[in-house]
């Protein structure tokens, strides 16, 4: 079977703003991938849980490069879940697009092409799952990766602060992102954490969720 023919459960592809990560605020192709196998309690894309139909890697990037824009990020669901994700990103790095993973820290990053930049977002105990976090990836970072920690209290800043140093997460990766669980937690109280510990992180909103509704799909 040849590559384009090759399939993933899909739940959408759509164009808008980057909201999250240090490419925040740049026009991207977002391809949305099916299935999760965690249940993180602040989740905001249930619905990508089951919701999806089959589409072969050539009608993916069909789908993408309908809206010409060279910034691509696959994101779930947990796109790892399915092994033809892996073909896909490299297709879209030889056809020159800038291409960005979303992902848990709960599964192997090592098998993903290194042209990509992976995204990994460390789950707190907030979350519920984090149990769940795989931590022999941390020694996959690069220099083109980046670690995020969403938290919801005092207790998963913390935690996240201890992770952080443990691991010199900084000189391992591009970028270690802060986020606030959206509606859970003043997002003050965590920048004021940061300056208070002196850490070398980057604090983050969910810019899209400023711009549209909470709910909205598809942006």
């Not at 619905?47 to 089959?54: C, L, M, S, T």
């Not at 994101?75 to 979303?102: A, D, F, H, I, R």
């Not at 996240?160 to 109280?189: E, H, M, N, T, W």
Request: proline share 5%.
């Amino acid at each position: 079977m040849s590559e384009r023919k090759k399939t993933l459960t899909i739940n959408e592809i759509y164009h808008s703003i980057q909201g999250e990560s240090t490419w925040v605020g740049w026009p991207c192709v977002f391809a949305r991938v099916t299935f999760c196998n965690l249940r993180c309690n602040y989740c905001d894309t249930e619905y990508a849980f089951y919701e999806g139909i089959k589409r072969s890697l050539g009608e993916i990037l069909d789908a993408v490069a309908a809206y010409r824009c060279p910034l691509v990020e696959i994101t779930g669901g947990e796109p790892l879940l399915q092994k033809n994700v892996l073909p896909l990103m490299s297709m879209l790095c030889n056809s020159g697009y800038t291409v960005l993973l979303e992902t848990s820290g709960a599964h192997d990053i090592s098998k993903v092409d290194p042209r990509v930049h992976r995204i990994m977002d460390l789950k707190t105990p907030g979350s519920g799952e984090v149990d769940k976090n795989l931590w022999s990836n941390i020694d996959h970072l690069t220099a083109r990766d980046e670690v995020k920690f969403v938290m919801g209290s005092r207790e998963d800043y913390e935690w996240s602060r201890d992770k952080v140093q443990r691991y010199d997460l900084p000189a391992r990766c591009r970028a270690v992102l802060f986020s606030p669980i959206f509606g859970r937690i003043d997002p003050r109280q965590i920048v004021e954490w940061i300056l208070a510990d002196k850490l070398h992180v980057r604090f983050q909103l969910q810019m899209h969720k400023f711009i549209w509704s909470p709910t909205q799909r598809g942006v």
